[in-house]
């Protein structure tokens, strides 16, 4: 949703109205800016940007009159026509009700919308780094909601153990030591270089990790930034190096991490695996068991991929006796030509990516709504091969009997969707 609204252009040179609201201000006296700023559009000398700032403006008052007070943390409303793809405008108003509190007031009329304030909340709040270090090499790593980044890795190699070199032993054992040293020197000036920034961490938490006792050389060495040693959450002991030990060493971590998303993402999906593999009857994935799971009220959690590409189409007008509701990729509804009833006659089509759909739409459905990522291991699985959507139920439904029994009954009622249409690249 923000990044189709950042991507929406006016075709005047202003239309387009983004509000927000503060937890503490008044409806009241957004509603008296708007007011004033609507005698002001009168001024304006072109025709069509005075009528689109003024649609605009009497859009936005018009959604604030649906809130007697302001919400817990504020109000956000976008308004105005917006250009299609093919050079049509067609009218957006969005009232968002956002889960942080907005930061400050602000008007803006604009040939675009202003999404900023939307991608400050977006951000996660806290950002957890990692090393993982071991004989053969060090990776840096750092863990910032869903989104997992390696910022450098490097191998090294360091002389083992032997029991050879007579009187040389202790020259070779001096030797040794010395590299080993150089090594965690090394390491600890690459942690000052990662994880400071202006003389403070730049994370709310630090995790060492690793296979031997090199983590635990790096915490107690005087080499270690003396600054970081507050923020270091735990030591742990993974059995890989790398990016294996990195997974492994976030998966070891959560009882410190508490509710990282990609934490929680990872749990969420391993139990909607762990239903699979029970056949408990107590999940459903693909578009139309997903549909039908929400129309019949059984969905607990819908689980959305949230770059999932099918978009949902409601077809009017025709010969149509009622409206005809499609879900499926643009591409596919260029190709079943969806827009034209079974007489030729040009349909009355709209259109909203599924993912802005469920959105606006899943407490009406009675159910909460995880959007996931194919970044992790799991999500990746659940996006390729569950087709991006599913969900957690509250009670058994058996698809592959309900499929039979509409087989049986009436066939006439297979409007679909275009639904399972995908590439395997789409989730890549």
Not at 258 to 284: H, P, Q, S, W
């Amino acid at each position: 949703m923000v990044q189709n609204l950042e991507k929406a252009k006016s075709l005047a040179s202003a239309g387009l109205i983004s509000l927000m609201i503060p937890p503490k201000d008044q409806i009241a006296k957004a509603s008296k800016l708007l007011n004033e700023e609507y005698g002001t559009a009168t001024s304006i000398k072109s025709h069509t940007t005075k009528l689109a700032v003024q649609t605009a403006i009497t859009s936005s008052l018009q959604k604030l009159k649906l809130y007697s007070r302001t919400p817990p943390n504020g109000l956000i409303i976008y308004c105005g026509n917006v250009i299609t793809d093919d050079n049509k405008e067609r009218k957006v108003t969005v009232d968002l009700e956002p889960f942080k509190p907005v930061s400050q007031a602000k008007y803006v009329c604009d040939n675009k919308f202003h999404v900023d304030e939307l991608y400050k909340m977006l951000e996660s709040d806290d950002k957890y780094g990692f090393i993982v270090m071991d004989g053969n090499g060090t990776l840096f790593g750092t863990l910032a909601g869903n989104t997992r980044e390696i910022l450098q890795r490097f191998s090294v190699e360091l002389p083992k153990k032997h029991g050879r070199g007579g009187q040389s032993a202790l020259r070779f054992a001096r030797l040794r030591l010395e590299k080993r040293r150089n090594y965690v020197r090394k390491v600890a000036e690459l942690t000052t270089a990662h994880f400071i920034t202006n003389d403070r961490p730049n994370v709310a938490g630090l995790i060492l990790a690793g296979s031997a006792e090199f983590k635990n050389d790096l915490n107690g060495s005087d080499l270690f930034d003396q600054r970081l040693k507050p923020v270091v959450m735990k030591l742990v002991d993974v059995a890989y190096g790398g990016e294996n030990g990195f997974n492994q060493a976030i998966e070891l971590s959560q009882d410190v991490l508490g509710n990282v998303k990609f934490l929680k993402e990872k749990r969420l999906i391993d139990e909607f695996f762990d239903n699979i593999a029970k056949d408990t009857n107590m999940y459903c994935f693909g578009m139309d068991d997903s549909i039908r799971a929400l129309e019949m009220g059984a969905m607990k959690t819908l689980i959305v991929w949230e770059e999932f590409p099918l978009k949902r189409y409601v077809c009017t007008g025709g010969n149509l006796e009622s409206e005809l509701v499609h879900y499926m990729t643009e591409e596919t509804a260029h190709k079943m030509d969806i827009f034209k009833d079974s007489d030729g006659q040009q349909l009355e089509v709209e259109s909203m990516d599924f993912v802005d759909y469920a959105a606006t739409n899943f407490k009406k459905f009675g159910c909460t709504l995880e959007f996931v990522t194919n970044k992790s291991q799991e999500g990746a699985q659940f996006c390729k091969g569950f087709h991006g959507i599913g969900g957690l139920l509250r009670y058994q439904v058996n698809f592959v009997e309900l499929n039979e029994l509409e087989r049986g009954g009436d066939s006439e009622e297979e409007e679909c969707d275009g639904g399972e249409d995908f590439n395997d690249d789409d989730f890549m």
